[in-house]
C-alpha cells in the first residue's frame, strides 16, 4: 500500500485522482493502481492506493528498437481505450468529472520556470502557444492530462499502466497526445535513433484512433519539450532518465530539439492566431 497527502488545498484533486481510478482500474485493460480507502491523519486527508513498482527501462532497452516500438504501440491503445466511448462514459456516470480542467492553467504554471531557463525568444513563443491555445475552440473528453514518463509504468521490460491520476478531467486530448510523443518519441526516440525516430513518430500517430489537429499537436510538444528543459536546467531530472544518462545530455539534446523547431512553430502560432 502507499499513502497520497493530499497537500494544502489540493484535498479536490486528491478526491478526483481517487475516484477516477476506482473506475478506471475496473474499466481499463490497462494497469491502474488499485484504490484502498480514505483516511484522515492529522487533520489531513490522505489516499491509500495499491503500491506499484515500475521497472524503468534502461539504455539497452531504448537502444532497441523493437522495445521503442512495443511502447509506442502500447501509448497508442492506452489512449485509444482512454478516449473509448465505453470507458468515458463509464466516467462520466461516476460523476468524476465535476469540472472542466483549463490547460492553459497548468501550462502558466510552468510559465516562471520558463522565464528563468530558456532564452527570451523560446519564453515570449511558449506565452504566444498558452494564448493561441486557449483562444482556440476546443473539444475536450476525458484525458489523464499528465501522460509523462514519470507517471507510466513499466513490468518486466513493458509500458503497462499509467498512475497519477489527479490531473485528469475533460480538457483536449491532444495534449495528452503531445506529452507522450514529447517523452518518448522526442526525447528517447531521437536521443538513441536520431533521424530514425520519425518512422516510430508516424507509428504512433497512425495507430490512434482520435482525430488531433497536427498544429495543435506541434504547439503542445513544443510546450512540453521547454518545461522539460527547464527543469532539467535546474537539475531536476526524471527519475527514468537518471537511471541512463546525465542531465548535461539531455540539456543538449533538448536544446536542439527546441532551437530546431522554434521557426516552424512560429508559423504555427502565428497562422493559428491570424487565420486566414
Given at each position: 500500500m502507499i499513502k497520497y497527502a493530499s497537500g494544502v488545498?489540493?484535498?479536490?484533486?486528491?478526491?478526483?485522482g481517487y475516484r477516477a481510478c476506482e473506475h478506471v482500474s475496473k474499466a481499463a485493460s490497462f494497469k491502474v493502481p488499485e484504490p484502498v480507502k480514505l483516511v484522515v491523519e492529522n487533520n489531513e486527508l490522505l489516499a491509500i492506493e495499491e503500491k506499484v513498482d515500475t521497472d524503468y527501462p534502461s539504455r539497452q532497452d531504448w537502444n532497441d528498437s523493437d522495445f521503442l516500438e512495443q511502447t509506442v504501440h502500447k501509448g497508442a491503445q492506452m489512449l485509444n481505450e482512454m478516449y473509448s466511448d465505453r470507458l468515458s462514459r463509464k466516467i462520466q456516470e461516476s460523476g468524476v468529472l465535476v469540472r472542466?480542467?483549463?490547460?492553459?492553467?497548468?501550462?502558466?504554471?510552468?510559465?516562471?520556470?520558463?522565464?528563468?531557463?530558456?532564452?527570451?525568444?523560446?519564453y515570449r513563443l511558449?506565452?504566444?502557444?498558452?494564448?493561441?491555445?486557449?483562444?482556440?475552440?476546443?473539444?475536450?473528453?476525458?484525458?489523464?492530462?499528465d501522460f509523462n514518463i514519470d507517471n507510466m509504468i513499466f513490468e518486466q521490460g513493458h509500458l503497462t499502466g499509467l498512475f497519477d491520476w489527479e490531473n485528469c478531467g475533460l480538457a483536449d486530448r491532444t495534449r495528452d497526445i503531445a506529452l507522450f510523443e514529447s517523452a518518448i518519441i522526442d526525447?528517447?526516440?531521437m536521443f538513441f535513433h536520431g533521424q530514425e525516430a520519425k518512422k516510430f513518430r508516424e507509428l504512433y500517430r497512425n495507430n490512434l484512433e482520435y482525430n488531433f489537429d497536427t498544429d495543435m499537436l506541434k504547439m503542445y510538444r513544443f510546450f512540453q519539450n521547454?518545461?522539460?528543459?527547464?527543469?532539467?536546467?535546474?537539475?531536476?531530472?526524471?527519475?527514468?532518465?537518471?537511471?541512463?544518462?546525465?542531465?548535461?545530455?539531455?540539456?543538449?539534446?533538448?536544446?536542439?530539439?527546441?532551437?530546431?523547431?522554434?521557426?516552424?512553430?512560429?508559423?504555427?502560432?502565428?497562422?493559428?492566431?491570424?487565420?486566414?
Amino acid at each position: 500500500m502507499i499513502k497520497y497527502a493530499s497537500g494544502v488545498g489540493n484535498e479536490n484533486n486528491l478526491l478526483k485522482g481517487y475516484r477516477a481510478c476506482e473506475h478506471v482500474s475496473k474499466a481499463a485493460s490497462f494497469k491502474v493502481p488499485e484504490p484502498v480507502k480514505l483516511v484522515v491523519e492529522n487533520n489531513e486527508l490522505l489516499a491509500i492506493e495499491e503500491k506499484v513498482d515500475t521497472d524503468y527501462p534502461s539504455r539497452q532497452d531504448w537502444n532497441d528498437s523493437d522495445f521503442l516500438e512495443q511502447t509506442v504501440h502500447k501509448g497508442a491503445q492506452m489512449l485509444n481505450e482512454m478516449y473509448s466511448d465505453r470507458l468515458s462514459r463509464k466516467i462520466q456516470e461516476s460523476g468524476v468529472l465535476v469540472r472542466e480542467d483549463r490547460i492553459g492553467q497548468a501550462m502558466e504554471y510552468n510559465l516562471e520556470l520558463l522565464s528563468s531557463e530558456t532564452d527570451n525568444e523560446i519564453y515570449r513563443l511558449c506565452k504566444d502557444i498558452i494564448s493561441a491555445i486557449e483562444n482556440t475552440s476546443i473539444e475536450t473528453g476525458f484525458s489523464h492530462n499528465d501522460f509523462n514518463i514519470d507517471n507510466m509504468i513499466f513490468e518486466q521490460g513493458h509500458l503497462t499502466g499509467l498512475f497519477d491520476w489527479e490531473n485528469c478531467g475533460l480538457a483536449d486530448r491532444t495534449r495528452d497526445i503531445a506529452l507522450f510523443e514529447s517523452a518518448i518519441i522526442d526525447e528517447y526516440g531521437m536521443f538513441f535513433h536520431g533521424q530514425e525516430a520519425k518512422k516510430f513518430r508516424e507509428l504512433y500517430r497512425n495507430n490512434l484512433e482520435y482525430n488531433f489537429d497536427t498544429d495543435m499537436l506541434k504547439m503542445y510538444r513544443f510546450f512540453q519539450n521547454a518545461t522539460a528543459y527547464s527543469y532539467v536546467s535546474r537539475g531536476q531530472c526524471s527519475e527514468t532518465w537518471n537511471r541512463i544518462g546525465t542531465n548535461t545530455e539531455i540539456l543538449k539534446h533538448r536544446k536542439e530539439i527546441l532551437d530546431d523547431r522554434k521557426k516552424h512553430i512560429r508559423k504555427i502560432v502565428s497562422k493559428v492566431q491570424s487565420p486566414e
